[in-house]
């Protein structure tokens, strides 16, 4: 991903979450190095994305996003795959996340991938502008060793 690319992120960004990241979040993270990568089609372009953050033998999942029309084909769990291989190239042992306590989908495709609940932070999540409070989210973690 390069701030070249934002236009074609944010427009997804913008539908999938009802709290999506600016496009200063988005160029923070390619400016700081991390892990940005797209997943791109011949014929209609971006559908999907993640970053994460590399860390000392770890890598954090800041975001992970496929264009709703093509959500449920299997390409937020290849985007898992690439970022498995990822940490294993640059040594990261273990994986970590966070994820909205609301949102099942994104936590049963992570549960059914092997991330493992680990435990919660209260109030992490705004909630959409105009409606008050915050949202807890679900801290989960996945072994990428191969190795014990
Ligand atoms: C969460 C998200 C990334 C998943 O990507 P996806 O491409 O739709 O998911 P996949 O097609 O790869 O499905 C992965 C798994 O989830 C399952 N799944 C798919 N749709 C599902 C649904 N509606 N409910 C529950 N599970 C579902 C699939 O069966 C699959 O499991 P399997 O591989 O064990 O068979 C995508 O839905 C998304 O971008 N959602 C909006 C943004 C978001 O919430 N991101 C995560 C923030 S933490």
Redesign the pocket.
Known sequence: MTVMQLDAVLAIEQV??SVPWTRGNFIDSIASGYEAWLLMSPDQGVL?YFIAMDGYEEMHLLN???APAV????????MLDRLVDICRARDALQLW?E??ES????R??YQ?YGFVPVGVRRDYYPLPPGVPGREDAVVMSLKTATTE
């Not at 949102?103 to 994104?106: G, P």
Request: glycine fraction near 16%; avoid cysteine; hydrophobic fraction near 40%.
């Open positions: 999938a979450y999907g992970l996003t496929v959500q449920g084909r299997g390409h937020g769990r290849a996340l994820v909205r949102n099942d989908r994104a049963a495709l059914r």
